[in-house]
């Protein structure tokens, strides 16, 4: 503490005196939105800093001082405690730093009595430190805000990219202990969770030496991180594990028995892509049994056997289709690593979030089925000799594929968000070689070739049947369009499949008589998709809701029920989620299953992801996944458990009974 004070005394006098200045870090507050009766409105104290200077966290390392704020409140008004963003390291002279180089918001929960009513005003002064590399000066200010009070729209667009930036509480106790000059921290992470450069941020200020190095180590789902003693001997001890990627889980730990041994977290970086990528190749092959796949593969399939498999062509066009495949995952995962950076918490499938994309999934669905009945003919399915054709085939089929997130599919996904983005890339482009391999075998593998069944009357009957499930996938669309964008969209969706059955009908006559039709259509159709894009809304209408028999989910919600001593089970959904409708039916919505829910006390806790709630994003990646299905099982005073992807009805019940023990 003394060394923090001498420098602290020497950067302080470094300014000449008497020179005029203004803030380099200027303080803005700002809300949410109105302030409800009764309720709580989130409040942000918006920290601007000029280029070269920087602020400093809740605990500011060897050197610095922390935000101090006094509120004036009308009465009856409250506020919580200041929530912090995850901050980064600045070493001076030799001195860690816990610092905001840019600009950077602290977040505080205002509580609003039940009586208020009107505009309230809000005032506070502040005082707190601005640094650059050589100086420090200390600045205060005062903000206000007049804030209404009743009912309004949220600005939630900007305080959801601020919340994205705050530690999330974890919720299961972390132990320490001390040993020799090391203060050795258990934290529990789940083993599948990987971590880019940890770093744990010290909350209670002492035990550590700030500018020590730490070092880090996995058992099983605890995380071990092992830092530099400096002194005292703490009761307690609080801190926030950086995950190396912005991300941030605050923790209190309390005295117990750290395990020794377990695995460098540097060592995992090798495995970790390595198991992702066969877990993205595997659950791509597993996507080909999808309805909305499986036709699309068929019929690829049904035109290689008509053109007598012949080996040349066959290897062209499925190397054609494997690199569609490839470029079309990769190019969803880099949009969402794109869209990740620029502060947005989305997840796989984010594309599906926007009613938009769900028109354009619908024209694509309705002109396969069109496609299988006979209507037309669609070249890219049909080509032989351009491997075009086969490209497109495979971009289209992982388009498709995006709803559907199978067996292996999560952790898998879930890693690549973890990783740098080149291997992030790599394991969203496996992902599309497993949806290739098996037009890669029948391509490669003349055995297959020759079990292709020869042509015939077969192969007429069975487009028409593979009609049926491309037929289903178009109404789930239409479905999601209303879900997602009201009567509007859904009305816009029916008349541009009417335009599209129209259009497909003209083009198929013209390809009946020979007449060539592609110069035409090609505009055509694409200026019924941009109208039909135009026309729906640009956000989703519907909110979140919860299935019936279940409780809206939430972090608080959880841990209510523990300490009440009740099981939990919580499940995150979408509606376009053909894997998390197909458990549902299966498993959890059916009467055996909620009796045993209802006679063993469970509470069941559902998370709607279907219009992408951050809050369901940010509690998805801090256990490791890109995407839904997610189902777990608390019990009181033990840790959650991760079940399988494809739930069954006797698995729930049987969990439900050993609680009844």
């Known amino acids: 503490m003394l060394r923090r004070l001498f420098i602290l005394l020497a950067l302080l006098l470094t300014p000449a005196l008497g020179e005029a200045r203004t803030n380099a870090i200027q303080p803005e507050l700002v809300a949410e939105g109105p302030a409800p009766p009764g309720g709580e409105v989130e409040l942000a104290i918006h920290m601007r800093t000029k280029p070269g200077w920087h602020g400093y966290w809740r605990n500011p390392g060897d050197a610095g001082l922390p935000m101090e704020v006094e509120w004036r409140l009308p009465p009856g008004f409250a506020v919580g405690p200041l929530r912090y963003p995850v901050p980064t390291r600045l070493t001076i002279a030799g001195l860690m730093n816990y610092v905001y180089e840019r600009d950077y918001a602290v977040l505080v929960r205002l509580q609003v009595p039940p009586g208020a009513r009107g505009t309230v005003p809000i005032r506070a002064e502040a005082r707190w430190l601005a640094c650059t590399d050589k100086v420090c000066v200390p600045e205060s200010g005062s903000f206000a805000l ?3 009070v009743g009912s309004g729209v949220p600005e939630r667009a900007r305080f959801d990219e601020w919340r994205r930036a705050l530690s999330q509480p974890l919720l299961s106790p972390a132990r320490f202990e001390l040993s020799g000059q090391k203060l050795r921290v258990a934290i529990p992470l789940p083993s599948d969770v990987t971590l880019g450069e940890p770093y744990l941020f010290p909350i209670t200020d002492g035990p550590v030496d700030y500018a020590g190095e730490q070092h880090f180590r996995r058992s099983g789902d605890t995380l071990i991180a092992e830092l530099p003693r400096r002194r005292g001997e703490p009761g307690r001890f609080a801190g926030v594990l950086a995950l190396g990627d912005g991300r941030g889980l605050e923790f209190e730990a ?5 395990p020794d041994g377990g695995r460098p977290v540097g060592d995992l970086g090798a495995r970790a892509i390595l198991f992702a990528v066969l877990g993205a190749i595997a659950g791509g092959l597993l996507l080909n049994l999808m309805p909305c796949v499986f036709p699309i593969l068929a019929l690829k399939a049904i035109h290689l056997a008509k053109s007598g498999g012949e080996a040349a062509h066959a290897r062209r066009d499925a190397l054609a289709y494997a690199a569609g495949a490839v470029v079309g995952t990769g190019a969803l995962g880099a949009a969402l690593l794109a869209i990740r950076a620029a502060g947005s918490a989305v997840g796989w499938a984010f594309q599906l979030q926007d009613p ?3 028109i354009l999934l619908l024209l694509l669905s309705v ?17 032989r000799a351009r491997p075009s054709g086969g490209f497109a085939t495979g971009a289209l089929a992982a388009f498709v594929a995006t709803p559907c997130a199978g ?15 080149a291997g992030s890339v790599l394991v969203f482009a496996a992902l599309g070689l497993g949806l290739a391999i098996p037009f890669l075998a029948v391509g490669f593998v003349p055995a297959l070739r020759k079990r292709l069944p020869t042509p015939g009357p077969w192969m007429v009957r069975l487009q028409r049947f593979l009609a049926i499930p491309m037929a289903a996938t178009a109404a789930a669309c239409l479905w999601l369009l209303y879900r997602q964008g009201g009567s509007d969209a859904l009305l816009a969706g029916l008349a541009t499949v009417v335009v599209l059955a129209v259009a497909l009908a003209w083009i198929g006559s013209r390809q009946r008589t020979g007449r060539a039709v592609g110069l035409t259509a090609v505009p055509v159709l694409v200026a019924l998709a941009a109208v039909a894009i135009w026309w729906v809304p640009e956000r989703p209408a519907a909110s979140a809701r919860a299935p019936q028999g279940a409780e809206p989910w939430s972090q608080a919600r959880v ?9 939990v089970f919580v499940y995150f959904t979408a509606d376009w989620c053909l894997t998390c409708k197909a458990n549902e039916v299966s498993a959890i919505d059916r009467s055996e299953v909620r009796k045993a829910f209802k006679n063993a006390g469970v509470r069941v806790l559902a998370g709607d992801w279907t219009n992408g709630d951050p809050a369901i994003t940010r509690f998805l990646e801090s256990r490791g996944r890109a995407g839904v299905p997610l189902y777990l099982w608390y019990r009181p005073g033990a840790e959650p458990e991760e079940l399988p992807q494809i739930l069954t009805a006797s698995s729930l019940i049987s969990r439900a009974r050993q609680h009844r023990r």
């Not at 309390?254 to 750290?258: A, I, K, L, Q």
């Not at 067996?407 to 983005?421: E, H, I, V």
Request: hydrophobic share 55%; proline share 12%.
């Open 146 to 148: 007049t804030l209404p």
């Open 254 to 258: 309390v005295p117990g028995d750290v």
């Open 356 to 358: 938009r994309t769900i």
């Open 367 to 383: 002109a396969i089925a069109l496609n299988l009945v006979g209507l037309f003919q669609v070249p890219a399915l049909a080509s």
């Open 407 to 421: 067996p292996f599919l999560g952790a898998a996904l879930g890693t690549a968000l973890l990783l740098p983005a």
């Open 559 to 567: 841990a209510r029920h523990l300490e009440q001593g009740r099981p």
